[in-house]
Structures are given as structure tokens and as C-alpha cells.
T-cell receptor, first 114, second 112 residues
Framework: EAQVTQNPRYLITVTGKKLTVTCSQNMNHEYMSWYRQDPGLGLRQIYYSMNVEVTDKGDVPEGYKVSRKEKRNFPLILESPSPNQTSLYFC?????????????FGDGTRLSIL | QKEVEQNSGPLSVPEGAIASLNCTYSDRGSQSFFWYRQYSGKSPELIMFIYSNGDKEDGRFTAQLNKASQYVSLLIRDSQPSDSATYLCAVYSGGGADGLTFGKGTHLIIQP
């Protein structure tokens, strides 16, 4: 089954404790991205990757890191999480970053930073 | 700053009626337009996409695009309670950075 898999689905942690949210897709998609979704603010892009070893900042990259060492994986790293990073996070992928390629979303990760 | 505007709602529609969701965008060079449905706490799910002016129909859903007015809409015919969700409009404008901008969504409620 074609899918985007995120882990963990839920995480409660404390300020400053490094965490990684994994994202993996099995569709051989070139393009992957991370979004956060907050009430009243909608979906905002954190980082995206056009292909292996190619990543770039989205609209709200501060406090986050990503890597794309393999085509299927695109982990999101919070080196020193803070409470303002409490949010619902989505990973997405698409075949390429052409204009006619819709994105497929993972099920989401709900992060609470205390 | 490229903007995609949607009325946040809630938009309340009786069961069986037509629900009309609207979206305007600021970048006249926008190329592709997507509608996603999102149930509370779930991930966005693609409903429709449209690239050319006019209407595109898929089952009970019709997307309408008017590039001159910078306006895209989604019509849902024979609305069902299961259509109750938040509908996100996404616009691809190309150019630098990522080029994809999401609206904040319209909360649709179908009343039985």
C-alpha cells in the first residue's frame, strides 16, 4: 500500500530534550516536506526536499533541522525543543515538485513540549 | 508574500443541498489549484485538483477556476453528514522556494 509513515504519532516531552520525528514513503517520490498545523494559522511549511541531499527552508524553519540521506526518508529534528513547537506535524511527499503533483500526507505527529 | 484566502466558517449546509466553498489567491501567475479535505485530527486528503479555467467534475465534487478573477471554488452536490470537515485550498505558484501555499481552511458542517 502506498503510504507516508510518520513516527511517533504522539509525543509528550520536555524543553531542551532533543527529539526526532521520522518520515518514510514507499512511493519512490522525489519531493518531501514537513508542515506544522496550528489553530488559526493553518498549514505552514517547515522544510522541503527536492531530492536526496537537497533540502531547503520553508516558511517557518527556525528551531528545526532535516536531512535527506535516502530518497524514502526525511526525518525532522528538534535539537532543543521549546513549548512554542507544540503542534501537529505532517510529513508529505509527491512524485516531483512539478506544478501538477498533489501531495500525499502522513497521518500526523502530535507533539507536546512541556 | 503569496496569499490564499478562505472564509474560515463554519459554513452550515442542510443535508442534500449544495455546499459552495470559495478560495481567492494573490499571485496572478499561479498554475495549479488543489482542494484537500481534513477531518479533525486527521491528515489532509486530496479531493480535487484543477489547472485550467472552467469546471472539473468528479462524482459529487466540482472544482471551478477563474484565473482572471483569481478565484477557485469547490462545489459539493447532495451534501452528506460525512462531508463535514475542514476544506483546504492550496495554490501552486512556482518560482522560488516551494511555491505551494495553503489557505487556512473552511470548516463545513452538513446538518442532518
Amino acid at each position: 500500500e502506498a503510504q507516508v509513515t510518520q513516527n511517533p504519532r504522539y509525543l509528550i516531552t520536555v524543553t531542551g530534550k532533543k527529539l526526532t520525528v521520522t518520515c518514510s514513503q514507499n512511493m519512490n517520490h522525489e519531493y518531501m516536506s514537513w508542515y506544522r498545523q496550528d489553530p488559526g494559522l493553518g498549514l505552514r511549511q517547515i522544510y522541503y526536499s527536492m531530492n536526496v541531499e537537497v533540502t531547503d527552508k520553508g516558511d517557518v524553519p527556525e528551531g528545526y533541522k532535516v536531512s535527506r540521506k535516502e530518497k524514502r526518508n526525511f526525518p525532522l529534528i528538534l535539537e532543543s525543543p521549546s513549548p512554542n513547537q507544540t503542534s501537529l506535524y505532517f510529513c508529505a511527499s509527491s512524485l516531483s515538485r512539478l506544478s501538477n503533483q498533489p501531495q500525499h500526507f502522513g497521518d500526523g505527529t502530535r507533539l507536546s513540549i512541556l | 508574500q503569496k496569499e490564499v484566502e478562505q472564509n474560515s466558517g463554519p459554513l452550515s449546509v442542510p443535508e442534500g443541498a449544495i455546499a459552495s466553498l470559495n478560495c481567492t489567491y494573490s499571485d496572478r501567475g499561479s498554475q495549479s489549484f488543489f482542494w484537500y479535505r481534513q477531518y479533525s485530527g486527521k491528515s489532509p486528503e486530496l479531493i480535487m485538483f484543477i489547472y485550467s479555467n472552467g469546471d472539473k467534475e468528479d462524482g459529487r465534487f466540482t472544482a471551478q477556476l477563474n484565473k482572471a478573477s483569481q478565484y477557485v471554488s469547490l462545489l459539493i452536490r447532495d451534501s452528506q453528514p460525512s462531508d463535514s470537515a475542514t476544506y483546504l485550498c492550496a495554490v501552486y505558484s512556482g518560482g522560488g522556494a516551494d511555491g505551494l501555499t495553503f489557505g487556512k481552511g473552511t470548516h463545513l458542517i452538513i446538518q442532518p
